[in-house]
């Protein structure tokens, strides 16, 4: 699901006072976004910006999302950015391997960031016997194979002109 605002400006306030690794992008506090950053380094602190808290956060890179995935499964731990908290877990993330962009997930992970092939099959995939298409693909992700409209997701050029809260449009098969 997405990760809102209030979730990685929580995730912020936990491990990355000084952010070393770069988890705070400044497009999180323009019109698109919804966190600031505000103190020195060293005693960065991240809030919200009214009410964009349950909008999904955008400016995330792929290793963003994997440190954040990491801070899930070490169980959300206050501390700098390390072993403990942002660079193993799910993922063992070391220089090298994000130079070479060999990481992996790790066995018995329990949060992780969808493969392309994974959030595919979850925006797309809906079995046949579970009223989905003949051939168990949607040609949109929104359950249907008519083109969507505003009210069912946000588009371009239907869309609202920004991010919607989520939990804004229905679920599809897998919730």
Same mark, same amino acid.
């Given at each position: 699901t997405e990760v809102t605002n209030a979730q990685y400006a929580e995730f912020l306030?936990?491990?990355?006072?000084?952010d070393t690794n770069s988890l705070y992008n400044l497009g999180?506090? !323009?019109? $698109? &976004? &919804?966190?600031t950053r505000s103190g020195p380094i060293g005693a960065f602190s991240y809030s919200t910006v009214s009410g964009r808290e349950n909008h999904?956060?955008? $400016?995330?890179? $792929? +290793?963003d999302a994997a440190r954040f995935a990491n801070w899930l499964h070490n169980g959300q731990p206050f501390g700098p950015q390390d072993n403990t908290t942002t660079e193993n877990g799910a993922y063992t993330l070391t220089p090298a391997g994000i130079a070479a962009n060999s990481v992996t997930r790790n066995a018995? +992970? %329990? +949060?992780a960031v969808s493969s392309s092939d994974e959030w595919y099959k979850a925006a797309y995939? #809906?079995?046949?016997? %579970? !009223? &989905?298409?003949?051939d168990d693909y949607w040609l949109y992700p929104t359950s249907s194979n008519t083109a969507p409209t505003g009210g #069912?997701?946000?588009?371009?050029?239907? !869309?609202?002109?920004n991010t919607a809260?989520? !939990?804004s449009y229905a679920a599809n098969y897998y919730g």
């Open positions: 306030n936990s491990v990355a006072w000084d999180m506090g !323009g019109s $698109f &976004g &919804g966190i999904p956060v955008n $400016f995330v890179s $792929f +290793w018995n +992970w %329990q +949060w995939h #809906q079995p046949a016997s %579970q !009223g &989905g298409d003949a #069912q997701a946000n588009y371009v050029p239907a !869309g609202i002109g809260a989520v !939990g």
